[in-house]
């Protein structure tokens, strides 16, 4: 097992927890200004690149220029699916990707201080994975956010993979698709796993790349498992072409 250095992000996570709480309540103090969600990505992303840089994480995004400028420029909204390599991934991809998606998070976040109720105030949608209705009414309101055209990032995996292969994706989040007929943009994750795996707060600087595919359009699949195998594809195909 490769050795992990533990002092340097002992001191981050201490003081990044105080720089958190800080910027949490930065961004409550500008939300009657500005609106939660305004300040929320006046604020977030400069915080995750900061505490970024602390460790040592160099943020990479390979692909973005290929994909059509409405995607990019966040006037057409689309679902970014992909791999889930490290608790990092969504705070990261936050400070990487310029549309500006937000997350369907699990609902338990919603009761951590500080990190939950900045999640609140950023409008991400939570969703209940142990109550059928409740998860059902939360990819309702996923698929409302994104016909008024905000992007979505999700991972179809539903948890961290412990050794970075890809785990088969779940059928949730396709139902979404088809409910929507936006594209879904496959990306995938190269690095998280080095810098920040299951089980473990030492953090280790290094690379963090979001590799983005070409989208696919839902409308030239017969149905939902045929879209699933198609971008459970991409993905896949995406991670086997990491640079040596």
């Not at 690149?49 to 409405?70: M, V």
């Not at 057409?76 to 936050?94: R, V």
């Not at 976040?109 to 939570?126: M, N, Q």
């Not at 698709?177 to 089980?199: M, R, S, Y």
Request: aromatic content about 10%.
């Amino acid at each position: 097992m490769p050795h992990r250095p533990w002092l340097r992000p002992l001191l981050i996570w201490i003081l990044g927890g105080l720089a958190l709480a800080l910027a949490v309540s930065l961004c409550f103090l500008l939300t009657p200004f500005m609106g939660g969600r305004r300040a929320f990505w006046l604020v977030a992303p400069r915080y995750i690149r900061l505490t970024a840089w602390a460790f040592g994480i160099r943020r990479e995004l390979e692909g973005w220029e290929a994909l059509p400028e409405a995607i990019r420029d966040g006037s057409q909204a689309a679902l970014f699916i992909g791999n889930h390599a490290s608790l990092f991934d969504p705070p990261l991809m936050i400070s990487t990707l310029p549309c500006r998606p937000v997350f369907i998070a699990k609902r338990e976040l919603a009761r951590v201080p500080f990190l939950g109720w900045v999640i609140w105030l950023a409008d991400f949608i939570f969703i209940d994975r142990d109550q059928r209705g409740a998860a059902k009414h939360s990819l309702e309101k996923a698929a409302a956010r994104i016909r008024e055209g905000q992007s979505i990032v999700a991972f179809p995996e539903g948890t961290r993979s412990r050794d970075g292969k890809l785990l088969p994706f779940k059928k949730g989040v396709f139902n979404l698709v088809l409910a929507t007929e936006v594209p879904v943009v496959p990306f995938a994750i190269e690095g998280g796993l080095d810098i920040l795996p299951k089980h473990t707060w030492r953090v280790s600087g290094g690379p963090y790349r979001i590799r983005v595919g070409e989208p696919l359009d839902p409308s030239r699949y017969a149905d939902r498992d045929a879209l699933l195998k198609a971008a459970e594809g991409a993905v896949a195909s995406l991670m086997a072409s990491s640079r040596p």
